[in-house]
């Protein structure tokens, strides 16, 4: 078994008792809060504004392509592969339930994202 499949991976909201929602394809078309953590010393990291669109492409801060796998709940940004997660939105008032991603690149570096 390759052990690098069993990383465990930081969600970026905490978890809270979250309702599970029904995630499917659709559910992803939107506004999305993403992050690529580059640890820069002293250097906030900050989400960029994409979009995903029905046609599986991404637009905005970053651009390409994503796809979902549903009987794995992976998403999959620009080639990283992504475990995907119902959260409550801390930053919005009254908090709802969203929808959250969270990854490592190839180089073992976290990609997090948020649904707005």
Request: net charge positive.
């Amino acid at each position: 078994m390759d052990r690098r499949r069993l990383v465990p991976v930081i969600a970026p909201e905490r978890y809270a008792g979250v309702p599970d929602t029904e995630i499917t394809e659709a559910s992803f078309y939107g506004t999305w809060e993403h992050i690529d953590m580059q640890y820069q010393y002293k250097t906030l990291q900050n989400s960029k504004t994409i979009y995903l669109t029905a046609d599986k492409k991404i637009t905005g801060g970053i651009t390409g392509s994503w796809s979902y796998d549903s009987s794995n709940k992976t998403l999959t940004v620009n080639g990283v592969k992504c475990k995907v997660k119902d959260a409550w939105d801390w930053e919005v008032s009254p908090r709802k339930v969203t929808i959250t991603y969270s990854g490592l690149t190839a180089g073992g570096l976290p990609v997090w994202g948020k649904k707005i």
